[in-house]
């Protein structure tokens, strides 16, 4: 009796341990932006209120260091530039565990659409995080969507990290539906 107990309780922990392993993320669901068009991730009600004044405009690379994917920027009435990028090839886990490089400074911030979300700055630009402001969501394993701002050239304007949080908002709203 005992013996068949013990053999229950290690099939059940044999299986947990599986399903923990398999579901490691703890996003909600899988959310692939391989074909997703960054353009469309931000409707004109969304735009409303966030001071753009320049139509969008598409990349088919994502700016930066080793990113695939495919971008969409915007520009405010101050010169700002907004971006908003499907990565395909990288996950947030490339900044939370970046031990290979010392300049980049990461912190995990509240969930967007209950998505793990980080917020990511180099110190080489200049150590305040909210000069240059990326705020990447965790979508899929090994992609993310990233939302980068420029530094705010206006008091006017709220912070870029701000910015940065409004956009992903925007943009996850879409991809989620």
């Not at 402001?133 to 969507?145: F, H």
Request: aromatic share 6%; with cysteine; hydrophobic share 35%.
């Amino acid at each position: 009796m005992i013996g068949r107990g013990l053999r229950v309780a290690a099939v059940l922990l044999a299986g947990l341990g599986l399903v923990s392993a398999c579901g490691s993320s703890d996003r909600p669901r899988e959310l692939s932006v391989s074909d997703v068009k960054p353009c469309e991730l931000i409707n004109r009600e969304s735009l409303q209120g966030m001071r753009i004044t320049q139509e969008t405009q598409k990349l088919d690379f994502v700016p930066g260091v080793e990113a695939e994917g495919s971008t969409c920027f915007y520009t405010t009435r101050v010169g700002n530039r907004i971006y908003v990028n499907t990565i395909t090839n990288r996950g947030i886990d490339r900044w939370i565990n970046s031990s290979d490089d010392d300049d980049v400074r990461s912190e995990e911030v509240s969930r967007i659409q209950g998505f793990r979300s980080v917020r990511v700055w180099f110190d080489s630009e200049r150590p305040d995080p909210d000069h240059k402001c990326r705020v990447y969501v965790d979508v899929a394993g090994g992609q993310s969507l990233e939302v980068r701002v420029e530094q705010s050239y206006s008091d006017e304007d709220p912070s870029t990290c701000t910015t940065a949080r409004r956009f992903a908002e925007a943009a996850m709203n879409t991809l989620a539906d």
